[in-house]
């Protein structure tokens, strides 16, 4: 079964500071990844994904993720935070099924923080 | 991207009675629906999938008695909570995939609490 693990349950960043959350996954195959942010009591707005080709991934708002096989992470970066980024951040994973990704498995979750 | 409309986004129902969540694709052909259960602060767990003029499939765990998920035509799936209970409050959420496109769209999100 696959699963997916933030092992950031908070972060707290100074905004202008550069900014990394963890993901890490579980999965027997090369799997469809996603970063999605949530603001609170709101969907899901997807950062980015990857399905295949370049490990380094450019999504919207200036965040950027590098898929590594070898260490089965999917971590999510961005340069410079702003206090807008403060938010809910989900990594999740799903099974490529031929016509697209499966039902998605998402991790639990890391609270990011934004201190002025 | 293409969108996905949930509604509504609240709803308060009595114990005992149902409700209906839609999920509509609004410009695409939405072949595959996926919806979700989010308890507070906690992640997002996939409760069923539904393929266009199919039985939906259900989660390991999920009561499809409880959670009838109805996906009859491209553009739309509902989801009825049938007689809600207090635990039945949550923030369900769906997605729908189709139109070519790779990975799913999600929905706003619906928040039910059930008095």
């Known amino acids: 079964a696959q699963s997916v693990t933030q092992p950031d349950i908070h972060i707290t960043v100074s905004e202008g500071a550069s900014l990394e959350l963890r993901c890490n996954y579980s999965?027997?195959?090369?799997?469809?990844l996603f970063w999605y942010v949530q603001s609170p009591g709101q969907g899901l707005q997807l950062l980015l994904k990857?399905?295949?080709?370049?490990?380094l991934v450019q999504g919207i708002k200036g965040f950027e993720a590098e898929f590594k096989r070898s260490q089965s992470s999917f971590n999510l970066r961005k340069p410079s935070v702003h206090w807008s980024d403060a938010a809910e951040y989900f990594c999740?994973?799903?099974?490529?099924?031929?016509?697209?990704?499966?039902?998605?498995?998402f991790g639990k979750g890391t609270h990011l923080i934004i201190q002025p | 991207g293409a969108v996905v409309s949930q509604h509504p986004s609240r709803v308060i129902c009595k114990s005992g009675t149902s409700v209906k969540i839609e999920c509509r694709s609004l410009?695409?052909?939405?072949?595959?629906m996926f919806w979700y259960r989010q308890f507070p602060k906690k992640s997002l767990m996939l409760m069923a999938t539904?393929?266009?003029?199919?039985?939906?499939?259900?989660e390991q765990g999920v009561e499809k008695d409880k959670f009838l998920i109805n996906h009859a035509s491209l553009t739309l799936s509902t989801l009825t909570v049938t007689s809600a209970h207090p635990e039945d409050s949550s923030f369900y959420i769906c997605?729908?995939?189709?139109?070519?496109?790779?990975?799913?769209?999600f929905g706003q999100g619906t928040r039910l609490t059930v008095v």
């Open positions: 990857y399905f295949s080709g370049d490990t």
């Open positions: 997605s729908a995939r189709g139109g070519g496109f790779t990975e799913a769209f």
């Open positions: 999740a994973v799903g099974h490529n099924s031929g016509g697209g990704a499966d039902g998605l498995t």
């Open positions: 410009d695409f052909q939405a072949t595959t």
């Open positions: 539904s393929n266009e003029g199919s039985k939906a499939t259900y």
């Open positions: 999965y027997g195959a090369t799997p469809y």
